[in-house]
């Protein structure tokens, strides 16, 4: 294949340019002013040769306060694999989000702006906000709670979310954030794992017009986890609930006392857990610090979204994936104002995202590709109804996109006007490895190309760099935002990421880098790929396809045993309206995918479903579709918000084999 055949829709053409004007205002050619380099390439290149030089000048352009200054920015003693940050310094990353702005204009600007799904909308400034922090991070200490002590946070997007958080870590305790919608399973597994002393959680929360009960999954979960002493309910959504003499009430931890002092740690102490979830085996938990995942993600939102003071950024999360923590982290040491949603995107309308930017005059709006495909065509006025001119830039990750719906996303959302910037990089990371930014050229799916300080590359199977074909997408050097291992199971960490090339991160995604423009594109992951007689095929090759045909609202592609090709192609489908030949429809998309990419890459099945598994944040969960459809067991379903789907795949699978 040539390079424009890789490239999914091949390389489009440049859709937005920056101003003069933009390029020179941007976070990122400030740094890159800073150390000497006169356009972004030069500043890679000055990350890529020093690692330590550069993320010292990015902690001093971004503000981060350390309360003793370090004598040595990186320190490889013990290998690439486990770098140490800011040695002999001592910090702590609330020190940056609330402390330093006190007596400052700053203390009254809006930190967090709250919506519910109700309507309900509340506001806290940087003043309130540190006062709530501190009364919490007093109960806390007056629950026992110390220095290095886990605290799981088990929480819906609203303000004591954020508070939470912020007074987990002014203690020195380590965050725990789970996913709303995690059963009482797989809450208690990530507590047990990391033996959790505190567990803080709301008796509900709304979701599509309903309340759903947290407090009984959190009181089942707190019976599996012998560590825990305490549950703290949030009494949010006015669900009954039963206090158990070890519990304390919200309202009664933050009357505790009128506060605490901030307490400082080292650099590379623990700031947070964030569990992974496979769709086989254990939940990983990686382990970030206080001067690790806040710099990282402060660093993206500044060098690759151009994030300023004066932003309101809302990117649709929830506090159990990473964006939750970047959010609360990353806007508040920008001096910005985070915009928080607890509900559903289509709640009561399809509509609901767009008017929150519009009513919150969001600029900075992150949003997942599935979610914007489902979106779409899900009625409602859509977004060109709605005044989105305070939009500077539009962000997606979590999934990769297909050319229609990236065309909709940047004529619809952006308005032809904003970028559209692609995001690529994981829990693991803190934040992205590539991304677009706001000095370089778009085209669609395109990412500018590795964030400064990421040292990426894309390498053959030998980890030799390669320019204008498929490869592994991969980190040659150090950075703060790196996992340091997984708790309690350094070797698995090293298996994941360390173990197929010496001295080199292998993340697990395909990459090409365009020979023309240099702008990169990521095709999926390396280990979903797909290998029929030899031939080998990304699914997101294969969604694209798909997704282009009217009649598809979202898909997914998989590869299956198979005694004579080695894997064969099994494609499902969820359609926008019902198919009075759902049969026929199954053959015509298998052909299209067939003339696309050749008869032997034909899927032996075409499963129309009425919905695919997906995470909370819209991430489709293309392993639990494989294992389902082949009858396999799935050893955690945590992660799906919606596992019940699974059954139609397993009943398809059951019948399956030829095309339907």
Not at 476 to 483: D, F
Request: net charge negative.
């Amino acid at each position: 294949m040539s390079p424009s055949e890789d490239i999914p829709g091949g390389p489009g053409p440049v859709v937005w340019q920056p101003s003069a004007q933009v390029v020179a205002d941007s976070g990122v050619m400030r740094l890159a002013a800073r150390l000497g380099a006169s356009s972004v390439d030069e500043l890679r290149a000055t990350a890529d040769a020093d690692p330590g030089r550069f993320w010292s000048a990015a902690a001093d352009d971004l503000g981060v306060d350390f309360a003793t200054p370090y004598s040595q920015a990186l320190d490889l003693s013990d290998g690439v694999e486990f770098p140490r940050w800011w040695r002999g310094g001592a910090m702590n990353i609330v020190t940056s989000c609330l402390d330093r702005y006190v007596a400052t204009p700053q203390d009254g600007k809006v930190a967090l702006i709250w919506e519910a799904e109700a309507g309900e909308v509340r506001e806290l400034t940087y003043a309130q906000l540190r006062q709530e922090v501190a009364r919490v991070a007093a109960g806390l200490v007056a629950l026992g709670v110390a220095p290095g002590d886990r605290v799981a946070v088990f929480l819906p997007m609203i303000p004591e979310v954020a508070v939470s958080v912020l007074a987990i870590a002014k203690v020195g305790a380590v965050l725990v954030p789970m996913f709303s919608g995690y059963g009482a399973e797989a809450v208690a597994a990530r507590m047990g794992n990391c033996d959790a002393k505190v567990l803080i959680c709301a008796d509900g929360f709304s979701r599509r017009g309903s309340t759903v009960a947290m407090k009984s999954v959190a009181d089942a979960a707190a019976d599996l986890t012998p560590t825990l002493g305490h549950v703290v309910v949030v009494e949010h959504a006015g669900v009954p609930v039963t206090m158990r003499d070890s519990d304390v009430r919200w309202a009664d931890l933050a009357d505790a006392g009128a506060g605490t002092d901030t307490v400082l740690l080292d650099p590379e102490d623990p700031l947070l857990i964030i569990y992974t979830s496979g769709t086989t085996g254990s939940a990983k938990g990686t382990v970030h610090t206080h001067g690790g995942f806040p710099v990282k993600g402060l660093a993206d939102l500044v060098y690759g979204f151009d994030g300023r003071q004066d932003d309101r950024i809302f990117w649709f999360t929830d506090i159990g994936w990473m964006m939750g923590p970047w959010l609360i982290y990353g806007s508040l040491v920008l001096g910005a104002t985070m915009v928080m949603y607890e509900g559903s995107p289509d709640t009561p309308t399809a509509d609901r995202l767009w008017q929150i930017c519009e009513r919150h005059q969001v600029s900075i709006f992150g949003l997942s590709p599935t979610l914007v495909r489902s979106l779409m065509n899900a009625g409602g006025a859509g977004p060109s109804a709605f005044d989105l001119s305070s939009l500077r830039v539009v962000g997606a990750t979590g999934e990769l996109w297909d050319l229609e719906s990236w065309q909709w996303c940047f004529a619809n959302v952006c308005g032809g006007r904003v970028p559209l910037l692609n995001y690529c990089g994981g829990t693991e990371l803190a934040g992205g490895i590539l991304c677009g930014n706001v000095v370089t050229p778009l085209r669609p799916l395109s990412f500018a190309g590795a964030l400064p300080g990421m040292y990426a590359d894309v390498v053959d199977s030998s980890g030799t760099s390669v320019v204008g074909q498929v490869g592994e997408l991969v980190l040659r050097g150090p950075n703060p935002g790196m996992t340091r291992g997984f708790w309690k199971d350094r070797q698995r960490y090293l298996d994941t990421y360390w173990s197929r090339l010496p001295g080199i991160w292998v993340h697990g995604d395909w990459a090409i880098i365009d020979p023309q423009d240099h702008l990169w594109y990521v095709l999926g992951r390396s280990d979903d790929t797909i290998k029929v007689a030899g031939k080998r095929v990304g699914p997101g090759e294969v969604e694209s396809l798909l997704n282009a045909d009217p009649a598809v609202a979202m898909s997914a592609a998989v590869g299956v045993a198979d005694p004579v090709k080695g894997e064969r192609l099994v494609c499902f489908v969820v359609l926008r309206e019902p198919a009075d030949d759902p049969a026929a429809v199954a053959v015509a998309l298998g052909d299209r995918v067939a003339a696309a990419l050749g008869k032997p890459m034909r899927p032996s099945a075409v499963e129309v479903v009425p919905d695919l598994p997906r995470t909370r944040n819209a991430k489709i969960v293309r392993k639990a579709i494989r294992l389902a459809y082949t009858g396999a067991p799935i050893a955690d379903l945590s992660a799906i918000e919606n596992p019940q789907v699974l059954a139609a795949i397993t009943a398809a699978g059951r019948g399956g084999g030829d095309e339907h």
